[in-house]
């Protein structure tokens, strides 16, 4: 058993949008593959057609893409052990669960919502299990004639999974240690319906890891209710040997307060909690994504992988290859991880750091040019340089250096309150008449001739550098002062000035 090939899988059910803690499994799941070179997985558990929603399954594969978290076999990538959809194994399912009947595992219940729904009334907490299946209608307690013509007569059923009480169910675990569990607390759980001729979550999931060859399920902790009787599934086909590990992964907590992560705390707070931006197909409804909000596909997932998980050093900063080499499920925490979304942000703004000049420019030109500027990328590229360390993320740029591309216009009136002074005008004049001077107008050819002339002059330094600023920038904010002129250039830089001075007065 320990020579198995790892294969582990993602495996969806296209509902929606993937919320941003089904990535963080998937991540996880990816991370164990590759580290021990094992397979991932990508299937579809689409057997509650109800549930489907068209688009989700193309949603996922694009999110993943972006991500670079990449399967070695699935739906959209093929592989030996397809098809990957469930709705497509019908035939293989209904072959597994005729031998749980055959051999007396499951049952048929002919029992109808509205019986059932009765039941319930009359029964406080019913549950269908081995107290109470001899007073239900199915195949335990009808002759077997009578369930036949109801079955050859078309009678909608289900086959319910029998649950023999007393044993004792050990969930082998990787992040809990081994969960004990009696089965006499489980229920007679439905494995198939023949309304939709399809087979319910818990029986194609395991038939299918089983068919898959999976060794380790690592999943969400929401998923840990069924993992006793998933066990006992194992057991019923006599599948003990081969029955994956489990690792049920930490839940991901809301950012403030109690309770697990929801669509409305991302609402509340202004964060995404799905990968990509959603476009609802039935309500119209958009919800944000991390992609379209501006966040760096690895930051994503380097913040994602420290949600329940850390590697016992200081060491936050890690690409996914350094994740594949650093990551250890066993170390997963079993509480909650909560959603920090704010250390998301942290994230980006430490990647655009990393990320070199000319791909920050790459990134920003086309804001520029939006914004109806033509500009040469040297000259942006120069700009990203000075303001990068500023934003956490490119789209936070413009509304920092727009000014570099965009004389001011107007001037703050709170700086200029504050920083124009009665002799500013003055001042701003003969610092014209000084820069006029200057030949090399680069940092180190202005700064100490300005520098003189302020000495020279006694004045303050701080009175010119504010009045200076405000002039090219209309505000108080910016990089060094001689960096911006520099920018600019000497026939700019006077321009604004003059304008400043007549403006101001
Ligand atoms: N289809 C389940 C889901 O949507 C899979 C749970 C599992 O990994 O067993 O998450």
Known sequence: MSERKVRVRFA?????????????????????????GGDFVFRIEDTDSHRFVPGAEEYIIEAFRWLGIKFDEGVSFGGHHGPYRQSERREI???????LLDEGKAYYAFDTPEELEAKRGEVQNFQYDARTRMQMRNSLTLQPAEWESLIADGQQYTVRFKVEPGQEIVVDDLIRGEVHVKSDILDDKVLYKSADELPTYHLANI?????????????GEEWLPSAPLHVLLYRAFGWEDTMPRFAHLPLLLKPEGKGKLSKRDGDRLGFPVFPLEWH???SGEVSSGYRESGYFPEAVVNFLALLGWNPGTEQELFSLDELVGAFDITKCSKSGAKFDYQKGIWFNHEYILRKTDDEIAGLFAPIVANNGIDESMERITAVVHLMKDRVSFVRELWPLCSFFFIAPTEYDEKTVRKRWKEYSARQMAELMAVLEGIGDFS????????LKWVEDKGYKLGDVMNAFRLALVGEGKGPGMFDISAFLGKQ????RLRKAIEVLK
């Open 280 to 282: 609802d197909p039935k």
């Open 207 to 219: 038939v299918d890891d089983h068919l898959m060859e999976i060794t380790h399920v690592i999943r």
């Open 12 to 36: 969806p059910s296209p509902t929606g949008p993937l919320h941003i803690g089904g990535v963080r499994t998937a991540l996880f799941n990816y991370l164990f593959a590759k580290q021990h």
């Open 492 to 495: 700019e830089t006077l321009r």
């Open 443 to 450: 940092i180190e050819g202005q700064e100490p001739v300005v």
């Open 93 to 99: 399912y209904k072959e597994y669960v005729s031998r």
